[in-house]
């Protein structure tokens, strides 16, 4: 069974998230969409209403789970027997990033790979900071998120 964890703080969730989650499905037999927790990141929203949010997403996809983790993502992968990340890239910037962690979790763990899929161009703009920062600024964050993201005014 070919299992992707895809981790992420989803604070809140995007549709560059979920655009991600959708094309891979193909690909794996199960995707764990892992909330990681991070002691050292405030977080706008907390960890239950992020994992509510990313359930509610994918409520209709069979082959989609969700789940949460402190520590290391290999870890966590070895845990629930994932032989896959899935990581989104949105610009060269990202991949540079993205890169030297793949290549430390490759090392911490070498039968682990990461898989990059680039987001479709119309949500590579799409950030978790940036979602926040309208939200924050009481803009129309609604074109940004999937239907489940509800924040109170």
């Known amino acids: 069974m070919k299992i992707a964890v895809f981790p992420g703080s989803f ?3 995007t549709l560059g ?9 193909p690909l794996f037999d199960k995707i764990i969409v892992a909330v990681g927790r991070n002691a050292n990141k405030a977080y706008m929203f ?10 509610d997403t994918f409520k209709d996809e069979s082959k989609i789970e969700v789940g949460q983790y402190s520590g290391l993502t290999t870890r966590y992968c070895t845990e629930v027997g994932a032989q896959f990340i899935l990581r989104g890239l949105r610009n060269p910037a990202d991949f540079e990033f993205e890169k030297a962690i793949a290549q430390t979790n490759r ?3 070498n039968d682990l790979d990461t898989v990059f899929l680039l987001t479709a161009s119309g949500l590579s703009s799409i950030s978790s900071s940036i979602v926040r920062d309208v939200i924050r600024n009481q ?3 609604s074109q940004f998120v999937p239907a489940a993201v509800r924040v109170p005014n």
């Open 11 to 13: 604070d809140p969730i």
């Open 17 to 25: 998230h979920v655009d991600i989650v959708k094309r891979a499905l």
């Open 46 to 55: 907390p960890e239950e209403q992020r994992i509510a949010w990313i359930k």
């Open 107 to 109: 090392k911490l763990k």
């Open 139 to 141: 803009g129309d964050y």
